[in-house]
Structure formats: C-alpha cells, structure tokens
C-alpha cells in the first residue's frame, strides 16, 4: 500500500485524452515536493516522463503533461497513441519517512 | 554517451550472499546520486534508497534499512547493491537509476535492471 495512491487502470481509444491521477498528504504532494512521473513499457526499464510537476525531458512529446493541485498530481496525454500503452508512475518526496516514494502504477490500455 | 550499465542476472540459494552492480560512464559519476529500485514479479517499483559515489553518504527507505547495503567504488564508477543472506522474497528486477538537479531529484538515467531470483 504505497502512500501515493493511483488508479490500477486507464483506458481510452486512439486520440483520445486520458489523465492519472496521483493522490498524496500533506506529507509528500501536499508539502510541495516535487512529482516525477514515468512511463515504463512492457520489458523495459522505466523512463522519465515529467520531472518537477510539469517539465518535460527533451524528447518527451508535448502530449504528456504534468500539473499539481493540493495534495494530488495527475498526469495528462492527449492525442491517444498504440505506442502510449504502457504502466505509468508518479514519485514524489515523503518526509515521513525521509525518502522518496512511488505511487502503485497505472496500466494505461490503449483500446 | 550517458549510461548505466547492469551486471547480469543471478540464480541464488535462500541464505546465500549476493552483490550486483551499476556501472556508470558518459558522465561525471561523483556529482549524482545513484539511487535503487526494487520491481517484485508483476508489481510496482519500490524506491529502495539513494548513495552519493563521492562520500557514500546514503539513504534506505525504512522497508529496506537493515535489509540491504548500498556502497559506490568511485575509482571504476560503480555502485553495488548486495545481501548477506537472500530470501525467496528478494525475488525481483532490480534498477539502478541517476537522480539529476537538473530533473529536479527525478532519475534521468536508468540501468537495464538485473534480474535476482532465489529459488531452492
């Protein structure tokens, strides 16, 4: 049971907008800390999507973004592709417990 | 080019030690810190904690303190991750990752993941 909580799974078809969210406290999200999110295909090491709640790395397509509101984050990707189909994950700083945190992963199904 | 590179997958006995490694190149090792993610058969990644090569100041998430040890061989650019005695639990991949300033503590640069498997 992570303490950033995200739904298990998203769905959309192609060309749609889809956005995950990512739930924290006051402990994590809400105190600030920066929210990272990645993009992990099947097989595969995970990628960095967005670091810092809404930068993208070079290389990263304009569709994904990142935006912060009190205690949760949400990941947002328009324009649905195949190739999005992927589990996605959000990170953040938790003082609690004095290190960084991940959120449970959403496997995002492309219909 | 910037990269981690991973030692191989292990086949372990339950009680018997391991070391894996993450070997850094491309980039200067000393100046970031060198953090492990643990990913358990079809489950969610864990952030395990964090060594910095150029003192071996380091982190353990508390489900991980005591459990593992990080150290960092700045000499070769290389990070370990190792067990005294595996369990059947310590079954998983495992990543090391670059955390960047410049991405703000995201981890930029991923390792390909060794695979640990202990199995009697």
């Known amino acids: 049971q992570s303490v950033l909580t995200q739904p298990p799974s998203v769905s959309g078809a192609p060309g749609q907008r889809v956005t995950i969210s990512c739930t924290g406290s006051?402990?994590?999200?809400?105190?600030?800390?920066?929210v990272h999110w990645y993009q992990q295909l099947p097989g595969t090491a995970p990628k960095l999507l967005i670091y810092?709640?809404?930068n993208r790395p070079s290389g990263v397509p304009d569709r994904f973004s990142g935006f912060n509101s009190g205690t949760s984050a949400s990941l947002a990707i328009t324009g649905l592709q195949a190739e999005d189909e992927a589990d996605y994950y959000c990170q953040s700083y938790d003082s609690s417990l004095s290190g960084s945190v991940f959120g449970g992963g959403t496997k995002l199904t492309v219909l | 080019e910037v990269q981690l590179v991973q030692s191989g997958a292990e086949v372990k006995k339950p009680g018997e030690s391991l070391r894996i490694s993450c070997k850094g190149s491309g980039y200067s090792f000393t100046n970031y810190w060198i953090g492990w993610v643990r990913q358990m058969p079809g489950k969610g990644l864990e952030w395990m904690g964090i060594?910095?090569?150029?003192?071996?100041?380091?982190r353990y998430s508390p489900s991980f303190q005591g459990q593992v040890t990080f150290s960092a061989d700045k000499s070769i650019s290389t990070a370990s991750l190792q067990w005294s005695s595996l369990k059947a639990s310590d079954t998983a991949m495992y990543y090391c990752a670059r955390e960047a300033p410049s991405a703000r503590g995201g981890f930029d640069i991923w390792g390909q993941g060794t695979m640990v498997t202990v199995s009697s």
């Open positions: 060594i910095h090569p150029a003192d071996s100041d380091t």
């Open positions: 810092g709640n809404s």
């Open positions: 006051s402990s994590n999200i809400g105190a600030g800390y920066d």
